[in-house]
């Protein structure tokens, strides 16, 4: 069974540029998360879909951040524009339903913002 | 709201010793509880899980954990620690029908010849 897959894995912009993140769930699965992954932290909730409808983006930075899930599949996250602070590992998961049901990860995007 | 805190963010341990890595958490309801670990430049992987089963959770790799409702802990622990277990541990709550996961900082587990 393929796993969860992001590109890019690594990326470097200027502060005020904008970059934009792709994930691409095990296939099957209801429900997409995307984390933010700072340095040092754990990873944060940044905004989580019910097939393509959003369940969660209370943490989302709305002003700058945004996120799409086109066809309850593969989705994108994008930051426009960018700021330092945004400098983080950004992690999609995906689970078959909700609740307590295992988070599938995949291997991050490394976002550096010069 | 929920949160989880973890003990001490490095542990070092020598290896085929015991591992202890310690996660407290805050919960209004009755919480669903995670370990997952994190190889450098990987995404997180599961080890285990409490879902108000077992208190004593088997997980890959030899680990396991106790849900102790009355320490408000969920401890996880290796009886021999190896090499290949240096890696980042996060302890995670969720609560409800929400799968939001709130996690930890992390804990660095180094082992040692």
């Known amino acids: 069974e393929a796993g969860v897959a992001q590109s890019p894995r690594y990326k470097i912009i200027e502060k005020r540029q904008s970059v934009a993140f792709w994930c691409n769930p095990i296939s099957g699965h209801a429900t997409l998360y995307w984390y933010q992954q700072i340095l040092g932290q754990g990873p944060k909730l940044l905004i989580q879909?019910?097939?393509?409808?959003?369940?969660?983006d209370s943490q989302l930075p709305k002003d700058r951040f945004s996120a799409e899930r086109l066809k309850g599949v593969d989705s994108t996250l994008k930051i426009q524009p960018a700021k330092l602070e945004d400098s983080a590992v950004y992690l999609c998961a995906s689970s078959l339903g909700g609740g307590p049901d295992e988070q599938y990860f995949g291997p991050g995007t490394r976002l550096t913002v010069t | 709201a929920q949160s989880v805190t973890q003990l001490g963010s490095h542990v070092s341990v020598s290896e085929g010793a015991l591992v202890l890595l310690r996660c407290n958490y805050s919960s209004s309801v009755p919480p669903y509880l995670f370990w997952y670990v994190q190889y450098p430049n990987q995404g997180l992987q599961l080890l285990l899980k409490?879902?108000?089963?077992?208190?004593l959770v088997k997980g890959i790799n030899d680990f396991e954990a106790e849900f102790k409702k009355s320490e408000t802990s969920f401890h996880l622990t290796k009886p021999s620690a190896h090499m290949s277990d240096a890696a980042e541990y996060f302890c995670a709550v969720s609560t409800g029908t929400a799968s939001k996961l709130t996690f930890g900082t992390g804990t660095r587990l180094q082992v040692t010849l």
């Open positions: 879909f019910q097939n393509n409808g959003v369940v969660d």
């Open positions: 409490y879902t108000s089963a077992a208190t």
